[in-house]
């Protein structure tokens, strides 16, 4: 399978395409626009998210009666805030902002300005990747597979909890936080940093949950599944590291603490009391739970402004403030649901082939079987 989006910022609309989805899949849009309404929330979310934007996805082609075809399937996100606009382009700004792609991507493709740049690098192309994502997911269910996420950290503050699916799937709150005394303290500090005008990072936790032992290969580089996720999660706007299970803690610790053991479970198989690794060894998945740690730098649009350079004139002069996020890591964890459950959707089917839904469940059954 693979994916294709188009659409700018604040152009009419976000596009995707999505080929090689197996004939049969029943796809139920009230949950794609689900996960477009979690993506737009979130304590410290700007106005477009929570005063303009209503996501909505409509699918063009690649149903018949609300079941894939196995055709491409189109998608469409109205951008509400290009009407608002009347369709006038955004006006551009004299300096480069520090953090953004708008001097590199300037320099790039060789524009006048860095509107240009911002249109596409902007944030506001997730909303496809979440509608992508969801649809992935509902594949995964097929299979009882399900992904996802909750906040870990905002700025200096971290949470205390362990992710089960129960906890995960009613995860709510103004951050999706489980931990209900840290998720205060994190909206205290994004208080602050409005104020302040500037802005706060942190990070957000994936969890996938059913995977049968086996997907993904150790047999080529770019082909190894936590290779595959971390590049996924390390595309999404503003993520700049990237952790599976406890791997930042195992570093520092010696090799007969950071290791998940096998101990026999009496009837000639095995349990780990432990998910070190995050669910992945080798590049293949070992019958854990999948859990990957995105690392979210703050936005770096802020009121307060960065040093930066007119390169017109040459002068030093504070980069300009462009309708911003105080704080996007709950948003960040919904897109990081999303390309975490493509590339597991996308393996899955790879193993099981390139067949019609009821096939791949039948092929599923003989591969966990083993």
Aim: hydrophobic share 40%; charged share 25%.
């Amino acid at each position: 399978m693979r994916f294709l989006t188009a659409g700018e910022s604040h152009g009419p609309a976000l596009v995707g395409i999505i080929e090689g989805l197996p004939a049969g899949l029943k796809i139920d849009i009230d949950k794609i626009n689900e996960d477009l309404t979690r993506r737009l929330a979130g304590y410290g979310r700007g106005p477009r998210a929570r005063k303009i934007e209503k996501d909505r996805v409509e699918i063009l082609s690649g149903l018949w009666e609300g079941k894939t075809l196995g055709s491409p399937l189109a998608i469409v996100i109205e951008n509400l805030d290009y009407k608002k606009r009347g369709g006038k382009l955004h006006p551009d700004w004299p300096a480069p902002r520090p953090g953004h792609a708008d001097l590199p991507g300037k320099i790039r493709y060789d524009f006048d300005g860095y509107a240009q740049v911002a249109e596409r690098a902007s944030a506001r192309t997730t909303a496809m990747t979440v509608a992508v994502g969801a649809i992935a997911k509902q594949l995964l269910k097929q299979f009882k597979v399900e992904v996802w996420s909750h906040t870990v950290s905002v700025g200096l503050v971290t949470a205390d909890v362990e992710a089960t699916v129960g906890k995960l799937r009613r995860a709510a709150g103004d951050l999706r936080c489980l931990d209900k005394a840290a998720e205060k303290l994190m909206c205290s500090e994004i208080d602050v940093a409005k104020k302040a005008g500037t802005t706060l990072g942190g990070a957000f936790e994936v969890v996938a949950f059913g995977l049968p032992a086996g997907l993904g290969t150790y047999v080529h580089p770019d082909r190894k599944l936590d290779a595959r996720i971390a590049s996924a999660v390390v595309s999404i706007p503003a993520v700049k590291a990237v952790e599976f299970g406890s791997a930042i803690a195992a570093s520092i610790c010696n090799g007969q603490i950071a290791h998940d053991e096998l101990l026999p479970d009496g009837n000639r198989s095995y349990i780990r009391e432990s998910n070190i690794a995050g669910g992945l060894e080798g590049g293949i998945t070992n019958g854990e739970n999948i859990c990957v740690t995105g690392f979210v730098k703050p936005i770096s649009t802020q009121k307060a402004g960065l040093h930066s350079v007119n390169m017109k004139t040459g002068k030093a002069v504070k980069a300009d403030y462009v309708r911003s996020d105080t704080c996007v890591v709950p948003a960040a964890g919904v897109v990081g649901e999303a390309v975490v459950a493509w590339e597991l959707a996308t393996e899955l089917q790879s193993v099981l082939g390139d067949v019609p839904l009821k096939q791949m469940k039948l092929r599923y059954r003989n591969m966990v079987k083993k």
